[in-house]
């Protein structure tokens, strides 16, 4: 039985949410999260933000039923639609009652619950937790285990006094985050594909591409004629196919070979991308790959002192999207969340990365206990681990602000 949240929500503003329809703009899908009685005014004001950046066919906010709908399938169907999740947390996001006066986070059956739980579900989707009207992010102990995991997500603050520069800061992210998706390439394809899957359904003739004119006979004997041009335009592009083989062969010759090449050549990417003062320390160590066979990561450096107290490792992934999801997975199990004072001094020194930090208590066959950290930065295909072989948080902050902080 829908709740009055949940019957208000979806009568006051009819955005669908869901899979792609034939036809459908292309692009990155955004979805935004809200509590009616939380954030309403908050979740409108964003919502008008991103449709003026991604277009209102990609920003879904609250999702259209029709009577007899299953609304657990129906949200579930509709977050798996879309590339983000925005979850808009104010002030009472994880303490709205319902009529008996029990938290609606609770509620399995709650929509806002829901969303959540099904994003944090899908590797294919990002959650992202917004904070709005001075909010914080809520105590894990105060969720469901379903949902716990939220608040491991680097949050962005909204702030009323300086909405649109927050919001900028947002979309930035975003971009960064989306830049695979939202590509040209893909996008002419996606929306080439939906021009002629809406023509067909509709039994139109498809329109005639316009990314591409097909040039005429006459053209084709125009160009070729022109075409014809002096011995030195001739020499010149053989200077051009020369230096080009040239360059292709040192090309091989630095990369070890047609054989292995892409391995070596993905490792000195990643060391490029690591602090000055880290990479003489790195290595490519056969031993530590784990980041590559069990994470996707294409290349991985052990970094340090070989007699150093702590662990160290980087990874590169194909884009930054998949390095950030990685990074949703880090936490081992055995593990809890380091001190607040710990993991707000981790995000002071990386405001613009997400960033996680934990306690691990047991020892197993990944490693014994200590201090764990992991951070990737916004729009980085690099993401790193650092750990600490024992539970002094402040010794572990003391040494992980060397490893991040490059002189």
């Not at 285990?145 to 949050?155: C, F, G, H, K, L």
Request: hydrophobic share 40%; with cysteine.
């Amino acid at each position: 039985m829908l709740d009055e949240e949940a019957a208000e929500r979806l009568s006051n503003r009819p955005v669908s949410g869901g899979r792609t329809e034939p036809g459908s703009p292309p692009g990155p899908k955004v979805f935004i999260s809200y509590r009616r009685e939380d954030t309403a005014a908050h979740a409108g004001r964003l919502y008008d933000a991103m449709v003026a950046r991604f277009g209102g066919g990609n920003v879904f906010m609250d999702v259209d039923m029709a009577p007899g709908v299953d609304f657990v399938e129906r949200i579930t169907e509709a977050v798996a639609g879309t590339h983000v999740l925005i979850v808009v947390m104010g002030p009472r996001w994880a303490t709205v009652a319902d009529e008996q006066g029990r938290p609606r986070i609770a509620d399995p059956e709650d929509f806002v619950r829901l969303e959540v739980e099904t994003a944090l579900k899908r590797p294919d989707v990002t959650p992202i937790p917004v904070l709005v009207a001075g909010a914080r992010v809520p105590n894990r102990d105060d969720l469901p285990p379903e949902v716990q995991s939220i608040t491991r997500r680097n949050a962005i603050e909204l702030s009323d006094g300086r909405w649109g520069y927050d919001v900028g800061r947002l979309i930035a992210a975003l971009d960064r985050l989306l830049a695979d998706i939202s590509s040209p390439e893909r996008s002419s394809r996606t929306e080439e594909s939906a021009s002629v899957d809406a023509s067909q359904a509709s039994g139109e003739n498809a329109p005639t591409p316009t990314v591409a004119a097909i040039p005429s006979i006459e053209a084709k004997r125009t160009a070729a004629r022109g075409s014809r041009r002096t011995w030195l335009q001739w020499a010149l592009i053989g200077a051009v196919l020369t230096i080009a083989l040239v360059v292709a062969i040192a090309l091989l010759t630095r990369g070890g070979g047609a054989n292995g090449s892409n391995e070596d050549t993905d490792y000195e990417a990643l060391l490029k991308l690591l602090p000055a003062n880290i990479r003489p320390t790195c290595r490519d160590d056969p031993e530590t790959r784990w980041m590559i066979t069990d994470a996707e990561a294409t290349a991985q450096a052990l970094c340090g002192s070989p007699n150093s107290d702590y662990y160290l490792t980087y990874g590169l992934w194909p884009s930054s999207l998949q390095a950030h999801d990685w990074l949703s997975r880090a936490r081992d199990p055995g593990t809890v969340d380091c001190r607040r004072s710990t993991t707000e001094a981790i995000k002071n020194i990386l405001p613009r990365a997400t960033t996680g930090c934990e306690d691990k208590v047991e020892a197993d066959d990944n490693g014994g206990e200590g201090i764990g950290i992991w951070w990737n930065e916004d729009g980085s295909r690099v993401a790193a681990w650092f750990f600490w072989p024992n539970h002094d948080q402040d010794a572990a902050l003391m040494q992980w602000k060397t490893v991040v902080t490059a002189p």
